[in-house]
Structure formats: structure tokens, C-alpha cells
């Protein structure tokens, strides 16, 4: 069985559907990919945080109202802009699923909550705790696996993000180095398409459903919306893109 998965990251919504971002309706923009996400049909959507750009209740809503008809099985994590108890209280029922480490098919996966309490920037840190869990998990896993969470664990190359990355990184790479299991990890936070490979494992960030951030040589394309496609076959091997969709596309406030 091929697990198709859309991951779709830092929707940024706000309270009012109409009201911009930076000069983007976060709203109207997700409304768009979500039409280009259901025409390619994936058994699962991966919402990787920042799902609201303040933590509004009504945020949470909105975003419930707007992937509730696709009926597709929907997990997510938390991002540095989200509020975790809002998002358990608004975001359980059906098709959201709450729940951190599932199989499907082939694959393990295991969804990692990488925010901490009043960050100074943005940034964000694994504590003891989840380590521990994730490494039991590992040791119990017999499946190719799949590691989501939030914030960047490897370097961008533009500076200021890096300095916003996952705090204590090298703790969780040093344990993923010990399995080979581990094939991917996806990553929100970067608002921008970043694609690594270490120790065989391989790394994507995934642009954000409203604004970019544009690396150096930045090409219009860049600018544009966009979700990940990921068809991961029962072997361990994968095949991903970036899906993108122009402005002209997204409807008008
Ligand atoms: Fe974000």
C-alpha cells in the first residue's frame, strides 16, 4: 500500500476570514490549497503548526469548518503561534484526530510537540520527556518511520531563521542516528522549501499554505503558496514535491 500524504503547514489563520496577513487572507489562501490538496485524494493530512497566527478560538474554527467536508483522516502538531489547550478543546473531533504515534500500512508515525512556554523568538526545544518517549518508541518500532514536528532540527542557511531552529537539535539527531528506520522528517516553521539529507535520513520544511519567507535567489515561485505531496512506499523508499498555486488563483477577501 502507498500512503499519500498532504502536509500542510502554517496556515497563520486568523479570527475574521477576510482579514490579511502581511497582505495575505490566510484564509482565502489555505480555502485554495485545500481545493488543489482534495483533487490529488491522500489517505491522510498532515497539519504541522502555527494553525492559528494568535491562538484564537475562532481561529481553530475556522480551520475545523474549512478541512471538516474533505473527510480525510487529519493529525496535527503544535507550532510557536498556536495554544495547545485551545487546539485539544477545538481541534478532536472528526476527521482530527489527537493522537501522536499511529501506523498506517507500512509506516510508523510519531508527531512531536517542539514548542515550549513564552519563547524569546519563536524558537523551540524537545525537553527531556519526549526524548525519552520518542526513543521508546523507536526501540519498539519495527516500521519504515515518518517524524513530524514543528521547528527546523537542521540548518536553513538563512541566518535569522537559524537562529529560531530547534534549540536542542543535536540531542534529537544523535538519537535518530541509532535507527535506521527513521526515513523522514517534515518540518513547518520555515515558511520556505528546504530539503536535506543526514545519515541517510531525509529532511523536508515545507512552504507555508500563506506567506514565504524567500532564500537568497528567490525566483517568483517562491512567493507562492504551496503544500508537500508525499507517497511513501511500504519499502521505506518515498517520493515527494512541493505543490504550489499562484495568487491569482486564491479568491478575493
Ligand atoms: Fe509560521
Not at 512552504?207 to 508537500?228: H, K
Request: hydrophobic share 40%; with cysteine; net charge negative.
Amino acid at each position: 500500500m502507498i500512503i499519500k500524504i498532504a502536509q500542510i503547514t502554517d496556515t497563520h489563520l486568523l479570527s475574521n476570514p477576510n482579514t490579511a496577513m502581511r497582505g495575505v487572507a490566510t484564509w482565502h489562501s489555505l480555502k485554495a490549497i485545500l481545493g488543489r490538496v482534495k483533487l490529488k485524494n491522500p489517505d491522510l493530512l498532515l497539519l504541522t503548526g502555527d494553525l492559528a497566527d494568535e491562538g484564537q478560538p475562532q481561529a481553530y474554527d475556522r480551520l475545523f469548518e474549512l478541512i471538516e467536508p474533505l473527510q480525510i483522516p487529519t493529525y496535527w502538531i503544535p507550532g510557536n503561534h498556536d495554544r495547545l489547550e485551545t487546539m485539544n478543546e477545538r481541534l478532536h473531533q472528526w476527521p482530527f484526530v489527537a493522537r501522536q504515534n499511529f501506523t498506517l500500512g507500512d509506516w510508523s508515525f510519531i508527531l512531536l510537540d517542539s514548542t515550549i512556554d513564552n519563547p524569546k523568538f519563536g524558537e523551540g526545544y524537545f525537553s527531556e520527556q519526549t526524548l525519552a518517549n520518542l526513543e521508546k518508541t523507536l526501540n519498539a518500532s519495527h516500521h519504515p518511520v515518518a517524524i513530524a514536528l514543528h521547528h527546523h532540527p537542521i540548518v536553513t542557511g538563512i541566518d535569522w531563521l537559524d537562529t529560531i531552529d530547534l534549540v536542542n537539535a543535536t540531542d534529537f539527531l544523535t538519537i535518530l542516528e541509532r535507527f535506521d528506520r527513521v526515513k523522514l522528517v517534515l518540518f513547518g516553521h520555515v515558511h520556505l522549501e528546504v530539503e536535506r539529507t543526514y545519515n541517510g535520513i531525509q529532511f523536508y520544511g515545507t512552504p507555508s499554505t500563506c506567506t514565504q519567507v524567500l532564500p537568497e535567489n528567490a525566483i517568483e515561485r517562491d512567493r507562492y503558496p504551496g503544500f508537500r505531496w508525499l507517497e511513501l512506499n511500504p519499502d521505506g523508499t518515498h517520493h515527494s514535491q512541493v505543490i504550489r498555486i499562484p495568487p491569482h488563483s486564491i479568491e478575493p477577501c
